[in-house]
């Protein structure tokens, strides 16, 4: 495919399917045609579409088969929000969820537990029974209410034993976020936490456009964004991340001005 005005030079980045500079959206339920509409210029940049929280449960059953086969169509994987999950655990019906999700061909899912409290192991356990199902999982980590920065040495280790055991990536909660960009600290805390996991293997859940740009200042273009990103945001985001825009600074064109 030939770009429009390729004679000027941008930051280019990986086409789908992208392993790093993802970017996750949340489907706040729209119907099949303002997807379409979204969809037909942001799909390129989008890598995965999060059902927002228990908004599916209020759409008839055949919305949600014919919008997992739209997002497919164009390259992005569906996945279940971690509500879901933490209301089937408080049903009882996680082994349903999990039947659930195999059975309309969602492959990914999103564990969390945002508002139910569960020990590390009880967090294993689950995402080994997702995973033997054959679904990968999403571990959101992180409360919806945090009281109290997170402490980087326990978010490491029990971020590291998540991904080890064979969870895709670990999304940070924008909550547990918000208050570590709330000061100086805070961004040292988050600093050393990224140093300790690896960016790579954490995706960054902010839809605050200050914060977004220092992390792509911090760690480059291909920083894991999402998945409160809404769909309408996307084409604001992905020049952001190749600094094009006023968010950005303008950082594409400013690098190549004469140095004084």
Request: net charge neutral; proline share 5%; hydrophobic share 45%.
């Amino acid at each position: 495919m030939k770009p429009a005005l390729d004679f000027i030079e941008i930051v280019e980045r990986a086409a789908k399917p992208r392993t790093t500079g993802l970017t996750l959206v949340r489907d706040p339920g729209f119907g099949l045609q303002m997807l379409r509409v979204h969809l037909e210029t942001a799909a390129p940049f989008i890598d995965y579409a999060k059902m927002r929280n228990l908004t599916p449960r209020l759409f008839p059953e055949s919305l949600l088969v014919d919008k997992v086969a739209l997002y497919r169509e164009y390259q992005i994987e569906v996945f279940f929000g971690g509500i879901v999950f933490e209301a089937a655990w408080l049903q009882g019906q996680v082994d349903r969820a999990i039947a659930y999700a195999s059975r309309f061909g969602v492959k990914t899912v999103e564990i969390s537990d945002n508002i139910i409290t569960l020990s590390l192991e009880e967090k294993l356990d689950f995402v080994r029974r997702y995973l033997d199902a054959g679904v990968s999982v999403l571990y959101e980590w992180g409360k919806k209410y945090p009281t109290a920065p997170l402490e980087p040495v326990r978010a490491a280790d029990e971020i590291g034993r998540l991904l080890a055991l064979g969870v895709s990536r670990v999304i940070l909660e924008e909550a547990e976020l918000s208050l570590l960009f709330k000061s100086e600290r805070g961004r040292r805390v988050l600093k050393e936490l990224i140093g300790a996991v690896g960016a790579a293997h954490v995706i960054f859940e902010t839809a605050d456009t200050e914060q977004q740009v220092w992390l792509i200042n911090e760690l480059g273009p291909d920083v894991n964004l999402g998945p409160n990103v809404a769909l309408e945001e996307v084409l604001w985001l992905e020049p952001t991340r190749r600094g094009l825009g006023r968010a950005s600074g303008y950082t594409a064109l400013t690098k190549r001005l004469p140095k004084k």
